[in-house]
C-alpha cells in the first residue's frame, strides 16, 4: 500500500493486480487509519461507513481482488493479530557500534562484482575516446581514457592480490576494461591471473581498438573459454573498414557480445542496418545522454506510467528495494589510480594501494550512500505513488542528477 497525498496505490504481489485512488476523501482517510503502526492494518468498519456509497466500491474492489478483507467483529472479543512484514538486512553494518574493525570473512559476502580500469590511456584511438569517454563511462559500463594527466595503469601484482583478497566473498563476474586494454604492458599476465579464477570474466574492448589487436582476441576465450567473455563496445558513424571488423569479430563465437552506443535516432537506424546486414546475434543497444539529445533520450530511456504498471515485482522484491539499490549493491570499480568506488558518479570510497578490500566494503556499508540509493529516499520519487514498482535508481539518474527519468511527473 502507498499513500501520497490524495491518491492511494494497492498492489497484489501475487496477482500482480494493482488499484489507484485519487481525490476520493473518504478512501484516504480509511487507507491513514490502516496504515497507523498501532493499528497493523486493521481496523473496525462502522455500519455507516458500510454502506458509505464513497466506501463500497473499495471495499468491494479489495476484497474481490484479495487485498483485503472483511470479518464480523462477533466472531472475536478481541481484535485480529496481522502481522506486517519489516524489512531486515542480514549482518546490516549500521546495527553495528561505529568503530568495528572491518575483518572476518563475512562482510566480502556482500561483494558480487567487481570492475577494473587497468589502465587509462589508447595511443591507436584517442579520437574516438576523446569524444565518447566521459560522457559513457558513467553512464554505463564503457572504455575510458583521460585526455589530461599521465599515463597510468594497474600493477598486476596487485590486481593479483586483490583477486587473493575476494577468493572468500560471493563475486560471480569481474569485469576489465580500461582505455585500450590491449596496450597495458602486463596485459598477458593479467590475463593468465584471471584464467586461474573460475568467475565469469568480461573483457570490454572498443571495436577500433579490438581492430588493432584482432589476433589477442581468439586466445583469451580459448584459454578460458567457459568463463571468458567478450563485450566490443562500437561507436557511430560506422566507416566501411569498422564494419568489416565487425563481421570478422562475429565469427569468433558465442562469446562475443556488440555493444551499441547510441545517441540518437539516425545512429539507431545506422545500428539496426548494420545488426540485420551483418545477421548478428549477440547484440546490446545502449541510449547515451550528450546533452544535446535529450528528446532521443527520453524516448528511449525515460519510463512511462504505463511501463511501470507493467511491472509485477515480489514482496521480497519491495522490500529489498526499500533498503538496497540492487544496480549498485555489491558492485565495486577499482580505477587505473587505485581509487575505489560504488557509483562512478560519486567519490571514491578508498584505494587499494592503501586500503584492503575488507575495510572498502565496510566504508560503503556503513557510511556510504550508492549501495542504499533508494527511491524512497531521493527527492521526488519519495513523494511518488509508484516508486517502489519503478525500476531502482541507475547510473543514468546519478549522472544527469535527476532522479525521476519517467513522465509521471509533470517536469519534463
Request: net charge positive; hydrophobic share 40%; charged share 25%.
Amino acid at each position: 500500500m502507498a499513500l501520497e497525498g490524495n491518491g492511494l496505490l494497492l498492489y497484489n504481489t501475487l496477482s500482480g493486480v494493482k488499484l489507484e485512488y485519487f481525490n476520493q476523501p473518504g478512501v484516504i482517510r480509511l487507507a491513514r487509519k490502516l496504515l497507523l503502526k498501532k493499528n497493523l492494518r486493521v481496523v473496525e468498519l462502522t455500519g455507516k461507513q458500510l454502506n458509505d456509497p464513497s466506501l463500497k466500491p473499495f471495499i468491494t474492489d479489495v476484497r474481490t481482488h484479495f487485498i483485503a478483507d472483511m470479518e464480523a467483529v462477533s466472531r472475536s472479543t478481541i481484535k485480529p493479530v496481522q502481522l506486517t512484514p519489516v524489512k531486515n538486512i542480514q549482518a546490516d553494518v549500521r546495527k553495528i557500534k561505529k568503530g568495528y574493525a572491518a575483518r572476518g570473512k563475512n562482510i566480502l559476502t556482500y561483494l558480487s562484482e567487481i570492475t577494473f580500469y587497468i589502465n587509462n590511456y589508447s595511443s591507436s584511438n584517442r579520437d574516438i575516446h576523446a569524444t565518447f569517454s566521459t560522457n559513457l563511462f558513467k553512464q554505463f559500463m564503457f572504455p575510458f581514457v583521460e585526455s589530461d594527466g599521465s599515463p597510468r595503469e594497474l600493477d598486476a601484482g596487485r590486481i593479483g592480490r586483490l583477486l587473493d583478497e575476494i577468493k572468500a566473498s560471493d563475486v560471480i563476474m569481474i569485469n576489465i576494461t580500461g582505455g585500450n586494454i590491449f596496450e597495458h604492458s602486463q596485459f598477458q599476465q593479467i590475463v593468465s591471473l584471471l584464467t586461474d579464477v573460475p568467475i565469469v570474466k568480461t573483457y570490454h574492448v572498443h571495436l577500433r581498438d579490438a581492430a588493432r589487436d584482432l589476433d589477442i582476441l581468439g586466445p583469451i576465450i580459448l584459454a578460458d573459454d567457459r568463463y571468458s567473455l567478450i563485450r566490443l563496445h562500437v561507436t557511430f558513424p560506422l566507416t566501411a573498414t569498422d564494419i568489416e571488423t565487425i563481421g570478422r569479430l562475429a565469427q569468433i563465437g558465442d562469446n562475443v557480445t556488440f555493444v551499441f552506443a547510441i545517441g540518437s535516432e539516425t545512429e539507431l537506424e545506422e545500428c539496426e542496418e548494420t545488426i540485420s546486414r551483418l545477421n548478428l546475434v549477440n547484440v546490446i543497444l545502449q541510449p547515451y545522454y550528450n546533452r544535446r539529445n535529450m528528446q532521443f533520450f527520453k524516448d528511449n530511456v525515460f519510463i512511462s506510467k504505463e511501463s511501470i504498471l507493467e511491472a509485477a515485482p515480489t514482496q521480497k522484491e519491495l522490500l529489498t528495494r526499500m533498503a538496497v539499490n540492487k544496480n549498485y549493491f555489491g558492485k565495486l570499480t577499482v580505477m587505473s589510480s587505485g581509487d575505489v568506488h560504488a557509483d562512478l558518479n560519486a567519490p571514491a570510497i578508498g584505494n587499494i594501494k592503501k586500503d584492503s578490500i575488507h575495510q572498502v566494503i565496510y566504508r560503503e556499508l556503513y557510511r556510504g550512500k550508492s549501495w542504499r540509493r533508494v527511491r524512497t529516499g531521493v527527492m521526488p520519487c519519495k513523494k511518488c505513488l509508484y516508486n517502489l514498482l519503478c525500476p531502482p535508481l541507475s547510473n543514468y539518474e546519478t549522472h544527469l542528477g535527476r532522479a525521476d527519468l519517467c513522465n509521471v511527473l509533470d517536469r519534463n
